[in-house]
């Protein structure tokens, strides 16, 4: 059997197609109408290096062995950097790591025990027969649990790898061992780095080491305010911590630029609590006594809760942006709950980015969608009236029977015909099957397409990584992560810095997504928000 090589059915151009630093729109949102911006701090303001995630593994590693007598076995386990990928689910009682799509279903092939995978019949027997999750009864609105977590932020990646170490350690060991027990022991461990400030001390210590593209950072708060914009910071960070890296990034007298921060702000609690009162910070860090009646620029403020801070400062609804990258604790009570729009830093989408662009996946990519829409079209509808091979129409007036369909290269033909061409004469929603080639040169046709589909499926994971694979998608649907990345940013980009690419004026987008039931339109979905910035000169030759 031919099958055509899947760079004949990519249309010229369509690799590189994708620019890193767009700026990706989930809801239309024009920059015009905000007058005051937001930021978080961790991974918005500052970026970090993964040299970051390989220390906090170490010291939470050997907190285990040195503070709850872990066996010191564990300490041979070094950290493994591209194990784990953000917006991962985990199973406390089981000891899995998994990841679930948007329709709380598992990905089969994506469940770990320890550092290794779990037989899909295996995960089967233990959800009792399926692969559905009830997250909102296991996992709550923030994923905390009860008895499924899930870890959304970037600082979550060193604690998923020292949970699936310790398991890994136990099972091969054959020692027996309660997995809700290493939970919360590994928990606090990696809680402990953060407490106690070890983190916080590190990069003090090597700020060049530590804190990437501090350069960016400036000159988008520079040209924010230099705009006349107003612009705030409310971070959990401690101002000591704050202060030394805003130093670095963007100079001494970086709090010039804003004309509100806020340190220590206990999130996601600041956003819904309205209990712990604003408390002022002298220019030690000391706490000050005073009562505070407004928000002064040039001023620094502890803790406090929103419902205050709207009450002082008047930035209300649709004019304020907030920029944060934890889905939860910075931006969905911000959305839901207030109205503010929020933009969501996701620093993984650069090297996805990437991936996407690459001739190998693209056409891979390619070749796995026309197979699906091969197996799909093998079905008939009753009302269809017979098999969609053997019409005329099928063939387009190719003038060829089905063996030389087949055999002469007219499944690619095929597949390269446009997607209304085929829903228009065979609505999938009515699709039943009949089982027509009932042949065993044609069963094992079927066959080899199904098990090439699989390890095509298995292809285009692996390439983003190979345990888990893209954090925006299972095989064929968004991710848990993704789809409340959709739910609860209205922009999301790979960092602060994409808004240099664009006018204080510019409006965002979304792309047009066809509903299941809508045609795919070409122009609609490859003209907006997909490409590099859309200038109108670059856009003429397609339209």
């Known amino acids: 059997m031919y099958l055509p090589f899947a760079s004949d059915l990519l249309p010229p151009g369509v690799c590189n197609l994708l620019n890193p630093s767009t700026i990706y729109a989930n809801n239309e949102i024009s920059l015009s109408t905000i007058g005051v911006y937001g930021f978080d701090y961790d991974y918005t303001l500052a970026l970090y290096s993964p040299a970051l995630h390989s220390r906090i593994y170490n010291t939470a590693r050997d907190i285990l062995?040195?503070?709850?007598?872990?066996?010191?076995?564990i300490l041979k386990y070094e950290y493994w950097p591209n194990f784990a990928v953000r917006g991962l689910h985990y199973d406390i009682a089981k000891g899995l790591l998994m990841k679930i799509d948007a329709f709380h279903y598992i990905q089969l092939g994506t469940v770990y025990r320890g550092l290794k995978p779990v037989p899909d019949e295996e995960v089967l027997e233990m959800y009792d027969g399926t692969h559905h999750i009830p997250l909102h009864q296991a996992s709550g609105f923030y994923g905390k649990g009860p008895a499924i977590k899930q870890f959304m932020d970037i600082f979550s990646l060193p604690e998923m790898t020292l949970l699936a170490v310790a398991n890994d350690f136990f099972i091969s060991n054959d020692i027996d061992y309660d997995p809700i027990h290493l939970y919360k022991d590994v928990t606090d461990a990696i809680r402990d780095v953060h407490i106690k400030g070890f983190m916080y001390?590190?990069?003090?210590?090597?700020?060049e080491k530590y804190i990437l593209r501090g350069d960016e950072t400036y000159a988008v708060l520079h040209r924010l305010a230099k705009s006349g914009k107003k612009l705030f910071l409310i971070t959990n960070s401690p101002f000591s911590f704050v202060d030394k890296g805003m130093r670095y990034m963007v100079g001494k007298d970086w709090r010039d630029f804003f004309d509100v921060v806020i340190v220590q702000a206990d999130k996601p609690h600041f956003f819904n609590d309205c209990v712990k009162p604003f408390r002022r910070l002298d220019s030690n860090g000391d706490l000050q006594w005073d009562k505070i009646k407004k928000l002064e620029k040039g001023q620094v403020y502890k803790q406090g809760n929103l419902f205050d801070f709207l009450r002082l400062t008047g930035w209300r609804g649709s004019k304020v942006l907030y920029f944060g990258d934890h889905l939860y604790s910075d931006l969905a009570d911000l959305m839901l709950r207030h109205g503010w729009r929020t933009g969501a830093i996701v620093p993984e989408l650069e090297t996805e980015t990437k991936m996407v662009n690459t001739e190998q996946y693209s056409q891979a990519l390619t070749w796995l969608q026309a197979l699906t829409g091969l197996l799909e079209r093998m079905q008939v509808s009753k009302e269809a009236g017979g098999d969609p091979l053997n019409s005329y129409e099928w063939n387009a007036g190719k003038g060829r029977n089905d063996t030389e369909f087949f055999t002469e290269g007219g499944a690619g033909e095929l597949a390269g015909w446009g997607e209304w061409d085929y829903q228009a004469r065979y609505p999938s929603g009515l699709f039943v099957s009949l089982k027509m080639f009932q042949?065993?040169?044609?069963?094992?046709?079927?066959?080899?397409w199904m098990k090439e589909r699989q390890e095509l499926r298995a292809l285009t994971k692996n390439l983003f990584n190979p345990q888990f694979g893209s954090i925006f998608r299972t095989c064929h649907n968004p991710t848990y992560f993704s789809r409340r990345l959709c739910r609860f940013s209205d922009v999301y980009m790979a960092s602060l810095s994409c808004l240099l690419n664009y006018d204080l004026n510019y409006t965002f987008y979304p792309r047009r997504t066809p509903l299941q039931h809508e045609a795919p339109l070409w122009m609609d979905q490859l003209c907006t928000g997909c490409m590099k910035t859309p200038f109108l000169e670059e856009m003429a030759h397609i339209r």
């Open 65 to 73: 062995v040195e503070q709850y007598k872990y066996p010191k076995g």
């Open 439 to 448: 042949d065993s040169e044609s069963q094992q046709v079927l066959q080899d």
């Open 201 to 207: 001390k590190w990069i003090m210590q090597d700020l």
